[in-house]
């Protein structure tokens, strides 16, 4: 069964300190790998993007790694800032799929507090 | 900057009622998606749209669902008799690719609240 799973499920930081979190999935065969924002009540913003190839992929004080062996991920967080307070959503796509049809994890809420 | 557009943001409807979800993708894209997310669920995949025809949808996405692209703008999602389980967010998306890694982009969604 194509299953992505997401830990922890809820996670608390002080601002500026970095944080990790994770991702594994079963969806195969495996196409790419991506990580969604999602505030509140909105959509879903795009991270990162990373296919099997890729290992680490960065968006500023986002960095993104991949390792499709053990079919693991990691979202590292640095420098904290409040608003970095959303869920974080790893989402897998399989080879031969539009590229729409996509397998969601249930996301890690992240808290930043001041 | 272009982005996917919905409309209600909200809708209240009573069981058993037609609902019609609407979405203005970003102008040049040509693939349509529609998700849903049950309230402190994970989002689901519903159909894949292009080309005027649906091309995957899951098991969610059965006979009471529709999707339409009545004009050069607009995709639409009807639920025919609505149930209370299908209370939800629903997101539209579009993107220029229909397959590989292509950038995905999500409207805000509709919340749909059926008594």
């Known amino acids: 069964k194509n299953q992505v799973e997401q830990s922890p499920q809820s996670l608390i930081i002080l601002e500026g300190k970095n944080c990790t979190l994770q991702c594994n999935y079963t969806v195969s065969p495996f196409s790419n790998l991506r990580w969604y924002k999602q505030d509140t009540g909105r959509g879903p913003v795009s991270l990162t993007i990373?296919?099997?190839?890729?290992n680490t992929k960065s968006n500023g004080r986002y960095t993104a790694t991949l390792d499709a062996d053990t079919k693991q991920s990691s979202l590292h967080i640095t420098a904290s800032q409040l608003s970095d307070s959303a869920s974080y959503i790893c989402?897998?796509?399989?080879?031969?799929?539009?590229?729409?049809?996509?397998?969601f994890g249930r996301g890690t809420q992240l808290t930043v507090w001041p | 900057e272009p982005e996917v557009t919905q409309t209600p943001s909200h809708q209240v409807t009573q069981m058993g009622q037609e609902v019609i979800l609407r979405c203005v993708p970003i102008s040049n894209h040509l693939y349509f998606y529609w998700y849903r997310q049950i309230l402190g669920q994970k989002v689901e995949f519903l159909v894949s749209?292009?080309?005027?025809?649906?091309?995957?949808k899951s098991e969610i996405f059965d006979d009471q669902f529709s999707v339409e692209r009545p004009d050069g703008s607009n995709f639409t999602l009807k639920i025919r008799s609505t149930k209370l389980e299908d209370s939800a967010m629903y997101f539209c998306a579009s993107s220029g690719e229909g397959l590989g890694t292509g950038e995905l982009f999500f409207g805000e969604g509709s919340r749909l609240t059926v008594l």
């Open positions: 989402v897998v796509s399989r080879q031969g799929s539009t590229l729409g049809r996509l397998y």
């Open positions: 990373m296919t099997f190839s890729e």
């Open positions: 749209f292009y080309n005027n025809e649906i091309s995957e």
